[in-house]
């Protein structure tokens, strides 16, 4: 047996997870004792993270479809047919959408082909949460510990557990927790000193009740949301932190949306991926799950390329589906919410044909004879 010092892939929170490795397949998890975030803690997504990594429907060989089902095909074969389609293409007509569950140096290399293809129809799923410009300042993770009064949006007791667990330590040091939400919780209401419902966050936060602007104004304060996800939303609460003197930590949704974003991925709200989508004719993802949304405008893709883990519900909709090594799989880094970058430790080989996300961006490019500049993931992180 061994142990390999991990990040958690479950949220954006970036606690240290250990892989427990038997006959180099990864059999469960320890918390990382030592790691600063989670010191020794992690939530039930946290301790289950390591599941997906023998999923049964894993993906280990390049999948062609033909009269309607798939059949296992070459890379070499797999990549010819996505480089003649590219190709044919125009620019315009191309996109690609990235993701926040994939590594930095994965985001790196599809970006750099997309710029190399002359396409800017690029983007990564932010999901339901916060937009927040990396120009702004935001708090760390270890100031929620310190604050004296802390005004939440969401729910981060059950979204963001380990966020949640530095709430509850602040308020065990005497600090007043107010939470606003639009769902009232079992959880949040236990775990706050004030819980308010609102039916729109933007109401309340244009108009913030007195009270609340004299408690956050008086005390060393802290504004935490993970469920303002609209622009509009973000902007008040930072206008609202200006003018009370408090820090703020937006929550992002996976692993590393922060990351794609830093690397220059644009960061795209749930409607922004969906006008993607509709406005291409060839469609290349990895490591995202759009069908979810909206597996309608999908179909209409004439062309449609699946890089993941996964036979995913959009994989199923693929035209070339592509397996990828998943996070324990590989090393490269992520970064978290407090935009802290972590490394992250390959534990396992993946499984049978697998590769990293990023080798098979290369390994197209060469098909297509396009050189991006890096052979290893050394190479990107200089770029970084
Ligand atoms: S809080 Fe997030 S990062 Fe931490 S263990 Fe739970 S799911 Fe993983």
Known sequence: MKIVHAICP??????????????????????YKRHPINEGKNCLDGKNCYKIINHEERLKKPLIKKNGGFVEVSWNEALELIANKLKNHDSKDIGFIASGKCTN???????????ALGVENIGHCICNSPKVSLDKEIAS?????????ILIFGDVFEWNA????????????????ITVDRVEKEITKLNSDEFIKVNDFAEFLSNPNDEIVKKLSEKNSIIIFN???KEEECDL???????????????AKHCNTVGATMVGVPALNKDEVINLIKSVKCLYI???NPALIDNEAL???EFLVVQDIIMSETAKLADVVLPSACWAEKGGTFINTERKTQKINKAVNPPEDALEDWRIIKNLAEKMEINLGFNSIEDIQKNL
């Open 10 to 31: 479950s949220c954006s929170v970036g606690c240290g997870i250990d892989l427990i490795v038997e006959n180099g397949k990864v059999v469960g998890t320890y918390p």
């Open 105 to 115: 140096e994965d985001n790196y290399a599809l970006k750099k082909f997309a710029e």
């Open 141 to 149: 993770i270890d100031d929620i510990e310190n604050a004296e009064v």
């Open 162 to 177: 380990l966020i949640g667990r530095k709430v509850i330590k602040a308020k065990d040091k005497g600090a007043e927790v």
């Open 227 to 229: 469920a303002l996800t």
């Open 237 to 251: 609460a930072y206008k609202l932190a200006e003018k009370t003197n408090s820090r703020i930590l937006p929550i």
């Open 286 to 288: 990895m490591g995202e």
């Open 299 to 301: 179909k209409n893709v």
